[in-house]
């Protein structure tokens, strides 16, 4: 029983300190009240015989200070590299309205819903094209710097994965349910 009491004892008082650390971390956020944001994020990843490419412009608005209203234009590039079976390009292209709400000093949650379009080339043909529709939700943090700009770190699960249809060459716009998304906003 007194190993127990010992126990709780350290904990409390590491909890504590991270309490306070976790509090001189964190900035203070300035007042973005009715106040527009423009940016987004790119990608860009050649792995193996896979070129990826994704661009996603984002317009948003404040409608309190710690809510954001908004909607994300996306373009996504996927291709395929095979001299034997021929090449594959897969583009997706739509819209996501979205919302984030700040919860603490820079740390958000965030809900999306994405709808995209995706056509397909194989060996110079076009497929017929699919929509995806996506919802994601999850949470982040941004840091501030100065006139109200800001970087985000964004950790997303897509409720949607393994829902969709598959295009006919079988490839899907995200090959997993997460999506970790770096992006910015001025």
């Known amino acids: 029983m007194r190993r127990f009491g010992i126990i709780v004892a350290i904990g409390l008082m590491l909890f504590g300190f991270t309490g306070k650390a976790s509090a001189q971390w964190l900035p203070d956020v300035p007042n973005m009240k009715g106040k527009f944001t423009y940016g987004g994020d790119f ?6 015989r896979y070129l990826n490419f994704a661009i996603a412009p984002q317009v948003g608005y404040r409608i309190f200070s710690p809510w954001e209203v908004g909607v994300r234009g996306v373009y996504n ?30 740390l958000f949650v965030h809900a999306e819903y994405e709808n995209l379009y995706g056509l397909e080339r194989y060996n110079h043909e076009t497929y017929g094209g699919e929509w995806y529709r ?47 998304r770096v992006g910015f906003c001025f």
């Open 43 to 48: 990608d860009f990843g050649m792995y193996g």
């Open 77 to 106: 590039l996927y291709c395929y590299f095979d001299s034997t079976y021929g090449n594959s390009f897969c583009h997706y292209f739509g819209v996501a309205p979205y919302t984030n709400f700040q919860f603490y000093k820079g």
């Open 134 to 180: 996506s919802i994601f939700v999850g949470g982040g943090y941004r840091t501030y710097s100065e006139g109200g700009s800001y970087y985000y770190l964004m950790l997303l699960y897509n409720l949607s994965y393994g829902n969709s249809p598959v295009a006919t060459g079988g490839l899907y716009p995200y090959v997993s349910p997460l999506v970790l």
